[in-house]
């Protein structure tokens, strides 16, 4: 569902008026809907490496219509820029502006995809500054694309190739309706590990996953995108949220459990619940979060503490409870939630900040102990999303944030629980340690 | 371990054992159950029973009359109830072996009240449900009747529930207007429909409040349980003691996350509304009496020693051992056996609430238990005067041989086991919701105690009623 403003210049007059006067342009994004395909239109691979080669086989084996060659005035659903074996900055010229010619011919909501290497890896100084210069490149280009097109990367570590599973993970996932939101981002895969689903439908599929703060707003859509992922959900929140709990639990078939997460023993209750009741545990969705926002000057020991205690500590308390634990093997997956504020900052949440700048490098620092275990831990971090909690703030403040971004509107719950459930997903065994921003691509923080 | 039990020579529970029930002790498994059935009357004679267990509950906080559910209908909240229930065990489109529960105050259009939550629940459609009403027994005969048929393999899993308002009850016309509406219904012309009409006055407009006096006495509970707290001569100490305690354990078991995997929210209520953590004794003792008031110094029966009028409901889920394995569900405590009992109030010869206190000493002896072989006394708190009427019947010698038939006092309990996680007089006492608050709670306890002097903790429930009823129960740890 689009915002009003939305709603209003995407049709007659209100389109026409938006247009004359210059007005942000958003458009109704393409979000996924199951069974509808991977993308609307045909498909460009632009890059004439072996990398590109192989990807494009690949990506012909998925069904979809895959173009070598762009044909003049056709309309494409994406197009696929690989960039794999630059060595120097004069090596981007040829495919970039072979790619410039293709792109007023991407359809609404089409997609555009770099796949390159990752600078602190380069052999020398030339080969980093070209890999570097994919990083402002893709950036750019995304805040030129419109109606609702992104631009995002993926980066190859040392370990990964053009055709690992966690490289075509991440393709599946930016070219799909999951990524509707995700503008302007990259995501470095760094090995091969990883497996693409059987079934694309339900790639969670015999996954037992834990949703902290799943009573309401992302957390809720977390819970509701895991379970048609195929995933058993269950969902974990204040005693006091009971209600809202037990609703989504029934919705999405899952079973409630009332735990103030902040609790010493917290991950063990977790732990004990889901292996009795399931047998195992997969997935961990650190969700759970709570603002009290004041200026630092006017900020008090409770509001600094509970914020830290609940967005951060419980976390990591959690984690280790998992890391200990028997039953979180096999290829265990966490994915926390951050935010925007913790990347860039905002007046009035240095707490909220602190704790969520915490959870990113908490991610980081724990992944190399959660990959001894086979698995990946990551973040997601939401810009401006459309929840109880933003409709809350004054109507001007409220409008002019959700337009500050390159779709110029506000993201939706469920957009932050695809990227969520994506890196939850063996498909993204690849990438680990890594912040994924769910932000339309956020003028601020960039 | 059975049906109704092996029934043993009444009222001499002294005198057994009669022919069966040393190997129907709680200890004895299913099959020396069965087998000490064989020698009795009793119907299923040669079934082999099976333990009806239970997995866990769901109820909403109790709220006082009035309060956060005054909008709730009965139908609302033991759906709430149930939806709680459903989410806590993953129980979603789960076909259920049938679905008991019951309410006091219950209007005329919830002829299918417990049906009609079920098909507004996330559960399967296809799933049985039946009303059930006893009073304030309810919810507990509800537990004890579908674990019976749990026990007999007629169900794999039940849940039993209670649910009452006070707030939305119903409220009828008078009798007079009530047969002229149906004589109008009747008359076929508009002159005989007429005449009908004529008939009607001015006071037929007024709405029969209900009331739960008792029919038979006129009296109201408060004021029976008055006769009975002077008649034992309970202090308004006592009384005040027995309330305070309840508040200080409620307050402390919701402090220490008692009631997270027991109790769900509704209406922003997440505690029972009733509940005052920062009581005190000295706060209980400034409360005029509101019963009693006849018997002037001995008025002893407070708003703050007798439970207040009280919206909520409650579900208890039940099943046998196998179905909750299958199900990857907790197997909490047993429950082993129960007992009705009923005495004559009308006439005098017992207080109205008195029941359990024959119910009780009945059901041990069944069992070849005394008082001191339970670890956990759930003895509903109606008021503060029932419990320790009770007690104080059971300490009483004369009581004991005149009334029990034993050879003396029936025993006493050791007061730090009664009501450990409070009871009524804190919670409040949605009549038909107050059996499944109990068992769902008593199970808990009992499965965190697990063993006691190398057998199962064990555990009494008492639930006194209108009518001059009892029913009471033994839970048994696993």
């Known amino acids: 569902m689009s915002d009003k403003y939305t709603q209003f210049v995407s049709h007659g007059l209100g389109k026409d008026i938006a247009k004359r006067l210059g007005l942000p342009q958003p458009v109704a994004l393409r979000r996924y809907q199951p069974g509808r395909p991977l993308i609307e239109g045909p498909l460009l691979v632009q890059g004439s490496t072996g990398g590109a080669d192989e990807l494009a086989a690949t990506l012909l084996s998925w069904n979809l219509d895959v173009r070598r060659h762009a044909i003049p005035k056709e309309k494409l659903g994406a197009i696929i820029l690989v960039l794999d074996e630059l060595a120097h900055p004069g090596d981007l010229e040829k495919p970039v502006l072979t790619t410039a010619a293709s792109l007023r011919d991407l359809a609404p909501n089409a997609r555009l995809i770099t796949v390159s290497r990752t600078a602190d890896s380069a052999p020398g100084p030339a080969t980093a500054a070209a890999r570097q210069g994919v990083d402002g490149l893709l950036r750019s280009l995304a805040k030129e694309l419109r109606a609702g097109a992104t631009g995002n990367g993926i980066l190859l570590g040392d370990g990964a190739r053009p055709t690992s599973p966690a490289t075509l993970g991440a393709l599946r996932f930016f070219l799909s309706g999951r990524s509707a939101f995700v503008d302007g981002q990259f995501l470095t895969v760094s090995s091969d590990a990883g497996q693409l689903p059987g079934d694309v439908g339900k790639p969670l599929a015999g996954k037992v996953a834990v949703v902290t703060g799943a009573a309401r707003g992302i957390g809720a859509a977390i819970a509701r995108t895991l379970y048609r992922d195929g995933a058993t959900v269950i969902l974990v929140d204040i005693p006091a949220a009971g209600d809202h709990l037990a609703e989504v639990a029934n919705e999405v078939h899952g079973t409630a459990l009332q735990l103030d997460i902040s609790r010493d023993d917290a991950g063990q209750r977790i732990i004990d619940h889901a292996a009795a009741r399931h047998g195992r545990l997969d997935i961990v969705i650190h969700n759970a979060g709570i603002t009290r926002d004041k200026l630092l000057a006017n900020m008090d020991a409770g509001r600094w503490n509970s914020v830290i205690a609940v967005n951060i500590a419980a976390q990591l308390r959690i984690n280790e409870a998992l890391l200990a634990s028997e039953h979180f093997r096999g290829s265990p997956r966490i994915v926390s939630v951050a935010s925007t504020s913790g990347i860039a900052g905002n007046r009035g949440q240095t707490n909220y900040a602190a704790s969520k700048a915490g959870v990113i490098g908490m991610v980081r620092a724990t992944a190399p102990l959660i990959g001894g275990r086979g698995g990946s831990i990551n973040a997601v971090a939401p810009g401006f999303i459309e929840t109880e909690m933003t409709a809350r703030i004054p109507f001007a403040t409220r409008e002019v944030a959700r337009r500050l971004n390159s779709l110029q509107q506000g993201g939706q719950p469920g957009d932050v629980a695809e990227a969520i459930a994506f890196l939850a997903s063996d498909a993204a065994g690849g990438i680990s340690g890594e912040v994924l921003r769910v932000c339309g691509q956020n003028l601020v923080g960039a | ?478």
Request: charged fraction near 20%.
């Open chain 2, 1 to 478: 371990m059975s049906v109704n039990g092996p029934s043993v020579p009444r009222p001499q529970p002294a005198a057994k054992p009669a022919a069966g029930t040393s190997a129907a002790g709680p200890a004895a498994g299913p099959a020396a159950g069965a087998a000490a059935v064989t020698t009795q009357h009793v119907g299923a004679a040669s079934a082999q029973l099976r333990r009806a267990v239970v997995v866990g509950g769901n109820r909403i906080p109790f709220a006082r009359t009035g309060g956060a559910y005054t909008k709730s209908s009965n139908q609302d909240m033991l759906t709430a109830a149930l939806d709680g229930l459903i989410a806590r065990f993953g129980l979603q489109d789960e076909r259920i072996g049938e679905v008991a529960a019951g309410a006091v105050l219950k209007h005329s259009r919830d002829f299918n009240l417990t049906r009609e939550a079920v098909l507004g629940s996330a559960l399967s459609a296809e799933t049985p449900a039946y009303d059930l009403q006893q009073a304030c027994a309810t919810g507990l005969e509800t537990v004890l009747g579908l674990a019976n048929k749990i026990k007999l393999g007629q169900i794999d899993s039940a849940i039993a529930g209670g649910v009452d308002s006070a707030s939305d009850a119903p409220i009828a016309v008078s009798e007079g207007l009530r047969e002229v509406l149906l004589d109008l219904n009747r008359a076929k012309t508009v002159s005989r429909k007429l005449q009908v009409l004529s008939r009607l006055r001015p006071k037929d407009l007024a709405p029969d409040a209900p009331n739960t006096g008792e029919p038979r006495t006129g009296l109201s509970m408060g004021e029976h349980q008055a006769l009975t707290t002077a008649q034992w001569k309970i202090t308004r100490e006592a009384q005040d003691e027995l309330a305070f305690n309840s508040h200080r354990n409620l307050a402390a078991a919701f402090d220490a996350g008692f009631f997270d995997d027991l109790l769900t929210p509704y209406r922003g209520l997440s505690r029972d509304s009733n509940l005052r953590a920062d009581t005190s004794l000295e706060k209980l003792a400034t409360l005029k009496p509101v019963f009693g008031k006849n018997l002037g110094a001995e008025a002893t029966m407070t708003a703050g020693n007798s439970t207040p009028l009280t919206d909520g409901a409650s579900t208890v889920l039940l099943a046998s051992e196998e179905w909750a394995d299958a199900h990857d569900l907790p197997k909490l405590a047993a429950v082993v056996d129960g007992e009705a009992a009923a005495v004559d109030f009308v006439h005098g010869k017992d207080g109205l609430l008195m029941a359990p206190a024959f119910a009780v000493p009945r059901l041990l002896a069944r069992h070849n238990l005394t008082l001191a072989d339970i670890d956990f006394f759930e003895i509903h708190e109606a008021f503060a005067g029932t419990v320790l009427s009770t007690l104080a019947a059971w300490e009483d010698e004369d009581f004991g041989r005149t009334r029990l038939g034993l050879d003396g006092a029936f025993g006493s309990i050791d007061r730090t086991k009664l009501n450990v996680n409070g009871s009524s007089l804190a919670a409040g006492h949605p009549f038909a919701a107050t059996g499944g608050r109990i068992v769902a709670s008593l199970a808990k306890m009992l499965h965190a105690q697990g063993q006691v002097n190398g057998r199962p903790a064990r555990g009494l429930v008492s639930i006194c009623a209108a009518g001059g009823q009892g029913v009471v129960a033994i839970l048994e740890a696993l």
